[in-house]
């Protein structure tokens, strides 16, 4: 079992960039694909991003492509969302999420180990 905690959240204006950071208690991240998923309210939830377990594949949602950039380092045990050219759209409680699957899982049903969020805030 795997325990996904985020940070990095915050506040920015729009055009700032921030980078959240998943790492993770249990097992290592690095048996697991891991995602970032976003939330707003009265939405429901959009996986952002993911990415496989080596870095061998990696998936971008049509709204981020060109904006944000997933990458893990497994010695760190991390894997970092790096979002830039925010927008007031981006807005949402960001959650990172692990799944055991091989393949590059792009449904927020294939993840099964979930983090308590971390809030992003864009300002315009």
């Known amino acids: 079992q795997v325990q996904p905690v985020e940070s990095g959240g915050g506040s920015v204006q729009a055009g700032d960039s921030l980078s959240l950071s998943c790492t993770a208690s249990?097992?290592?991240?690095?048996?697991?694909?891991v995602a970032w998923i976003r939330q707003s309210p009265g939405k429901e939830r959009e996986l952002v991003s993911a990415?496989?377990?080596?870095?061998?594949?990696?998936y971008y949602t049509d709204s981020v492509k060109g904006r944000f950039t997933i990458s893990r380092d497994d010695s760190k045990n991390t894997v970092i969302l790096q979002m830039d050219s925010l927008k007031s759209e981006d807005a949402a409680v960001y959650y990172c999420?692990?799944?055991?699957?091989?393949?590059?899982?792009?449904?927020?049903?294939?993840?099964?180990?979930w983090g308590q969020g971390t809030q992003v805030i864009v300002s315009s």
């Open positions: 249990g097992r290592p991240l690095s048996s697991f694909a």
């Open positions: 999420a692990a799944s055991t699957k091989v393949r590059l899982p792009i449904s927020v049903a294939d993840y099964t180990y």
């Open positions: 990415i496989t377990r080596g870095s061998y594949g990696t």
